[in-house]
């Protein structure tokens, strides 16, 4: 998960994301820089969400409203995933490996870019007043 959003598209996928991202932060939310009641609000919504998305998947329930209850479902607790991911990210105790962890992004390392192997001729087109036209090219 190293690019793109942490938030995986697939419901079943998204079902054990939540569930995992929200007993860990249940288990130690000061670790990750959130407060107690706010692991505890996101596991209320991550448990409605699951069983909501349970209820729909069942065939007996499988309604318009059981999918509509779902989704609205869906969308509080994405909301509040993003707002937490939020603050995870940007608290400074939180390593890499944390968040990789709780299945967020973890942005890669940046690749130092070498210095260039030669360095370029100038030349000068012109100049007016204070515009100076100039050509960069490889010697030679």
């Known amino acids: 998960m190293a690019t793109g959003d942490f938030l995986p598209?697939?419901?079943p996928e998204l079902v054990t994301w939540t569930q995992n991202f929200a007993t860990k932060i249940a288990a130690s939310a000061t670790t990750y820089g959130l407060s107690a009641a706010q692991a505890t609000a996101?596991?209320?919504?991550?448990?409605?969400?699951?069983?909501k998305y349970n209820a729909a998947k069942t065939?007996?329930?499988?309604?318009?409203?059981?999918?509509?209850?779902?989704?609205?479902?869906?969308?509080l607790m994405i909301a509040d995933a993003r707002l937490?991911?939020?603050?995870i990210q940007k608290f400074p105790g939180t390593?890499?490996?944390?968040?990789?962890?709780?299945?967020?992004?973890?942005k890669a390392a940046p690749a130092p870019i070498?210095?260039?192997?030669?360095?370029?001729?100038?030349d000068i087109l012109s100049v007016t007043g204070n515009t100076v036209r100039i050509r960069l090219h490889e010697p030679g």
Not at 84 to 87: E, S
Not at 95 to 106: C, H, I, K, P
Not at 114 to 122: E, G, K, L
Request: charged share 25%.
């Open 9 to 11: 598209t697939r419901e």
């Open 95 to 106: 390593t890499d490996a944390m968040r990789a962890d709780l299945g967020l992004s973890v």
């Open 84 to 87: 937490l991911a939020g603050i």
């Open 59 to 75: 065939s007996g329930s499988n309604s318009t409203m059981a999918i509509i209850e779902k989704d609205d479902a869906r969308k």
């Open 114 to 122: 070498p210095p260039p192997a030669i360095a370029p001729d100038i």
């Open 42 to 51: 996101y596991g209320a919504l991550s448990s409605d969400y699951v069983a």
